[in-house]
C-alpha cells in the first residue's frame, strides 16, 4: 500500500483541483443564468413597447429594431457561452470519472490492482487523460469563439455609432 501513497496524493490534488473548476463553473453558470434573466426581461419589455406603440412611427420604429437587434446579439452572446459552459461542465465530469475509477482501482486489495508497470494500465491512464485535455482544449476553443462573437457585436455597435454621427 505504501507505494501507492505518492499516487494517492496526486489523486487528492487532482481531486482538490476538479472540486475547484467545478466550483468556478457552478460560479459562472450562475452569472450566466442571471445574463439570461436579464435578457428575457428586456425582451419582455420590448415585447410590451412593440405592442403598445404607435402604428406607422418610424422614429418608434427604428428605435425598436435597434433594441430589438441588441437583444439578440447579447441572446446569441449568451447561448455561444452556455454552450460553452455546458461543454466544460462535461469536461468536468469525464474528469471526475476518471478520478473515482482511479481512486476505486488503488482501494482494492493490492493482489487485484493492475500492475502499474503494465503497458496497458499505462496506456488506458494516458488515454483517459488524453480525452480530459482534449476536453479542456475544446473548452478553451468554445470560450475563444465566444470572445469572437462578442468582438464582432462590439464592432457592429462601434460601426453603428459611427454612422450615426456622421
Known amino acids: 500500500m505504501e507505494t501507492h501513497m505518492p499516487r494517492k496524493r496526486e489523486l487528492a490534488r487532482e481531486q482538490s483541483l476538479t472540486d475547484l473548476e467545478q466550483a468556478l463553473g457552478e460560479?459562472?453558470?450562475?452569472?450566466?443564468?442571471?445574463?439570461?434573466?436579464?435578457?428575457?426581461?428586456?425582451?419582455?419589455?420590448?415585447?410590451?413597447?412593440r405592442e403598445s406603440g404607435a402604428v406607422g412611427d418610424k422614429h418608434h420604429d427604428r428605435i425598436l429594431a435597434d433594441s430589438q437587434a441588441r437583444i439578440d446579439r447579447e441572446q446569441a452572446n449568451r447561448d455561444v457561452s452556455q454552450e460553452a459552459l455546458d461543454h466544460s461542465q462535461e469536461g468536468r465530469d469525464v474528469q471526475q470519472v476518471a478520478l473515482d475509477q482511479t481512486r476505486a482501482m488503488l482501494e482494492l486489495p493490492t493482489a487485484?490492482?493492475?500492475?502499474?508497470?503494465?503497458?496497458?494500465?499505462?496506456?488506458?491512464?494516458?488515454?483517459?487523460?488524453?480525452?480530459v485535455a482534449r476536453e479542456?482544449?475544446?473548452?478553451?476553443?468554445?470560450?475563444?469563439q465566444a470572445a469572437l462573437v462578442r468582438a464582432d457585436a462590439a464592432q457592429v455597435r462601434a460601426d453603428k455609432i459611427h454612422i450615426d454621427k456622421n
Open 27 to 49: 460560479r459562472e453558470q450562475l452569472v450566466g443564468d442571471r445574463e439570461q434573466s436579464r435578457i428575457d426581461r428586456e425582451q419582455f419589455v420590448q415585447d410590451d413597447q
Open 112 to 131: 487485484d490492482q493492475p500492475d502499474p508497470e503494465d503497458p496497458s494500465t499505462t496506456q488506458r491512464e494516458a488515454i483517459a487523460r488524453a480525452r
Open 136 to 144: 479542456r482544449a475544446e473548452a478553451a476553443l468554445i470560450r475563444a
